[in-house]
């Protein structure tokens, strides 16, 4: 240790001789080499500023057109390695060079340009140009670009007669996803429709493969002089939507220019969901674009030729009628006006009923409307609405419709009616909106109106509890724990008093005893919405993990997050999700979408049909009512192999149909303690002889936990085939219908003392909605806040159909859950 120090020098802080001798030119020396050192941080700050952010090079890309004004358009145009193509295309592209040589914010920076195709009028020609500028000039570029005035005006061609006059030159930033694919064409594709014909194009491999990863598609659609292009996407299947997944995107115009988009597509469609697109020339273009990850089965179009259409609108004369936007339902046309003169008889009034209204565009509040609209005197209307009617106060109304170049929609479907200003709904209960809804809706307790005037200003009936807010709701509704009236006053007289916990069945507990690991309601319910994983002791009520363990959560399983700690409560979830995320926009009535309810199966027997309905659970299990598989007339409806069910099944008519999925039956279990006279126990097991494959249209239901808390209250879907009236016959569309959760106590006095702890009443108190005969045996389905959706029942009994005050009665399903894990092992 002591080596080392010896042979280090100290010089002494007070030896000042030996600093004084040395000082000055050391300081010299310092001084210099910390300039120097400055100058070159400096420089070398400024280079780096200068190479690395100012002046590095930015490569961009741009998509452009411009009209040739001399020039015809020749068939041969739409090859591009036609020697026609090859001399135009030469000629624009020379013309383009120049134009932008003529602009110092442009022509420096220009790399390549490339003609890419021709469409009609006279000539329009498509182009990309590539731009290589450093970052500091990028704005101006841009600006020069975008300046359509200038782009033309600036270059004034040196010869008087130049071989092009042009015209509209227009560019447009591309999309940073394709610009840097520009130049491989492995994957495009040029149709051109055929008269009277259909042309039909599909992503590569489809049916039989996924499109590609990192795939660059284009297929340019064209049709004939003054003809428009009709394109629909038969199927679509692609990745789920997020801001960089997989996307089709439709262009009006053979350019994928931003500003002449139609549409961005992404994620599944329902079959029923219209898309339909249409353009406003003869030329579409249609392109993929696809990530890294992940592949789907892509898409299959057609598309066919259309006369260009007549002015739409016009003078619309009468008592009443109908009109649409163009092509309805299909998306209307960009770049559309119309305006409609509706007229009735003087004397009379008009108004305007749209039933539907999609007129809907991307990141355009509805507040603005300042791209496509509707527009009804000063006022414009946009975005999607449910119906609604605009009146006028004279015999006469001026509807217009605008659209303008990029993303369209599918448009409205509207009616024009004329009425007497004393009496604008004949027959009917007239809203303060307007609207004319049947008489019986006029304080019956449901708001029917949007602005709820039905329900103001009602005398209540001998049935009914008068709200403070004034609406009449049925007696029966007071103190079930649902808010009613809006303002909760039917369920406060029945509240527990302040610091005490009110129980699902009407007892209070002290607010401590809530939570506490004891059942102080006898029903649970006190220690049913605890939160947090805490582990408490089993009960009845509580979640049993796969370890054995006890939480006290409500309703943990396949909610998304884990409760237990093995994450058991998260097992075997691949259930109660709908395959498709975009619905179709049929409006009104209570027909089902295809693949709305893929869990839904109906149960045929042979020579008689559809006779009952079961739920899917697996993919060899069904859940079906015990009253279903009952000997009658003779037939042993308990002998399997009397059943066929169809999965995958929306309309009666279509069970041939390819992803319909028909299978026989192996075997029924009824549950043993089912009584035939008072429908207890009515649950069934069906076991399929060949699993079904899941598809878009065959999907689980997932089966609640026997603690799951279904609240009173609460909406719940029932779905079947059944009859559409008490003693009416069958519907061929799958039907659907809302319904609510009644209060055990309230429907046991309703339904004379009929009701056991295996049953659940759920419906319409006022009448009009319920299942009926051929529903039994099918769904009762519950959306979670999860979204996931839960068999909460199966349809069982009732008195009548849809009558008032005698709700459907349901196999309460959490009651016979450990029967059904006996049976099935699900
Ligand atoms: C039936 O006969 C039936 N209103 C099913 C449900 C209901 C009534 C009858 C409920 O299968």
Not at 349 to 376: A, H, M, W
Not at 379 to 400: D, L, M, W
Not at 478 to 507: H, I, R, T, Y
Not at 518 to 524: E, H, I, L, T, Y
Request: proline letters at 5%; glycine letters at 8%.
């Amino acid at each position: 240790m002591n080596n080392l120090e010896e042979g280090v020098e100290f010089l002494p802080a007070m030896n000042s001789k030996k600093m004084e001798k040395r000082g000055p030119k050391r300081r010299v020396v310092v001084t210099v080499v910390i300039v120097v050192f400055l100058l070159i941080s400096l420089v070398t700050g400024l280079l780096v500023w200068h190479f690395k952010y100012r002046n590095v090079a930015v490569r961009k890309v741009f998509n452009g057109h411009l009209r040739v004004l001399n020039w015809d358009f020749l068939d041969a145009y739409e090859n591009s390695s036609s020697p026609e193509f090859i001399m135009l295309a030469r000629k624009v592209k020379s013309t383009v060079e120049e134009i932008y040589r003529n602009h110092a914010d442009i022509g420096p920076y220009h790399k390549e340009t490339v003609i890419t195709a021709f469409s009609e009028g006279s000539v329009i020609a498509y182009y990309w140009s590539e731009f290589l500028v450093p970052k500091y000039r990028e704005e101006s570029l841009d600006r020069a670009m975008a300046d359509k005035q200038s782009l033309v005006q600036r270059w004034n061609p040196r010869l008087r007669n130049p071989m092009l006059k042009v015209e509209s030159v227009v560019a447009f930033p591309a999309d940073p996803s394709i610009a840097y694919s520009t130049r491989d064409n492995s994957c495009m594709f040029a149709l051109h429709a055929r008269e009277g014909e259909v042309t039909s194009f599909t992503t590569p491999g489809f049916p039989n493969s996924p499109y590609p990863n990192n795939a660059l598609c284009y297929w340019t659609l064209r049709a004939d002089a003054s003809s428009i292009i009709s394109l629909t996407f038969k199927t679509l299947e692609l990745e789920q939507c997020t801001d960089d997944s997989d996307y089709v995107k439709v262009y009006n115009s053979l350019s994928p220019v931003e500003p002449h988009a139609l549409v961005r597509l992404c994620g599944n469609y329902a079959p029923s969901y219209n898309l339909t697109f249409l353009s406003s020339q003869n030329v579409m273009l249609v392109t993929l674009v696809t990530n890294r990850e992940g592949r789907f089965p892509g898409f299959k179009a057609e598309f066919f030729q259309l006369p260009k259409m007549r002015a739409c609108g016009g003078t619309l004369k009468g008592e009443s009628g109908t009109f649409t936007t163009p092509y309805y339902p299909a998306h209307y046309p960009p770049a559309t006006d119309c305006v409609w003169n509706i007229e009735v008889p003087s004397k009379k009034n008009v108004k305007v009923r749209f039933n539907t209204f999609f007129v809907l565009e991307p990141g355009i509040p509805v507040s603005s409307c300042t791209k496509d609209y509707v527009q009804i005197n000063s006022t414009r209307y946009c975005g999607e609405r449910s119906q609604f009617v605009v009146a006028s106060t004279t015999n006469k109304i001026e509807v217009r419709f605008h659209s303008d170049q990029s993303y369209t929609d599918t448009g409205f479907s509207a009616e024009y009616l004329s009425y007497d200003s004393s009496d604008p709904c004949p027959g009917k209960f007239t809203c303060d909106t307007g609207r004319c809804i049947d008489r019986r809706m006029h304080c019956d307790g449901w708001l029917d109106c949007v602005d709820g005037s039905d329900e103001r200003s009602c005398t209540c009936t001998e049935q009914q509890f008068r709200c403070q807010n004034g609406w009449c709701k049925p007696k029966f509704w007071v103190c079930d724990n649902v808010n009613d009236c809006g303002d909760n006053s039917d369920e406060l007289q029945c509240s527990c008093p302040a610091d005490s916990f009110k129980c699902n069945n009407g007892k209070c507990v002290p607010e401590a005893q809530k939570c506490d690991g004891k059942d102080d309601c006898g029903d649970g319910s006190d220690e049913g919405s605890c939160t947090g994983q805490a582990t408490v002791p089993c009960k009845d009520y509580t979640y049993k993990c796969r370890s054995g363990r006890c939480i006290s959560k409500q309703n943990p399983e396949c909610d998304g997050e884990q409760d237990c700690g093995d994450n058991s409560d998260e097992d075997n979830c691949s259930c109660g999700i709908r395959s498709y995320v975009r619905k179709s926009r049929i409006v009104g009535g209570q027909n089902s979408d295809v693949g709305e309810w893929p869990w839904q199966v109906s149960l045929h027997a042979k020579g008689q049909g559809h006779i009952c309905g079961a739920s899917l659970v697996s993919p060899s299990w069904l859940v079906s009512a015990a009253h279903c598989f009952l000997q009658l007339q003779g037939i042993r409806y308990s002998d399997p192999s009397l059943w066929t069910a169809y999965l995958g099944l929306t309309n009666q008519g279509n069970r041939n149909d390819a992803n319909v999925q028909a299978r026989k039956i192996k075997r029924i279990i009824s549950h043993p303690y089912f009584n035939d006279y008072t429908y207890d126990y009515d649950i069934a097991v069906m076991e399929l002889q060949t699993p079904v494959t899941f598809s878009s249209v065959v999907q689980p239901i997932c089966l609640p936990d026997a603690t799951h808390n279904f609240p009173v209250g609460k909406d719940l879907w029932v779905t079947g085939w059944g009859a559409t009236a008490e003693g009416g016959s069958g519907a061929s569309i799958l039907q659907k219908a809302e319904i609510r959760l009644i209060n055990q106590t309230v429907c046991n006095k309703l339904l004379t003392d009929q009701l056991t702890p295996r049953m659940m009443c759920v419906g319409i108190l006022t009448g009009g909605v319920d299942a009926c005969q051929g529903d039994s045996g099918g769904p009762l389905v519950s959306v979670e806040p999860s979204s996931r959706m839960f068999l909460a029942g199966v349809v069982s009994w009732g008195d009548g159909c849809a009558q008032r005050n005698k709700p459907g009665v349901y196999t309460r399903l959490t009651s016979l859950r450990a029967w059904i894990k006996e049976q099935t092992g699900l």
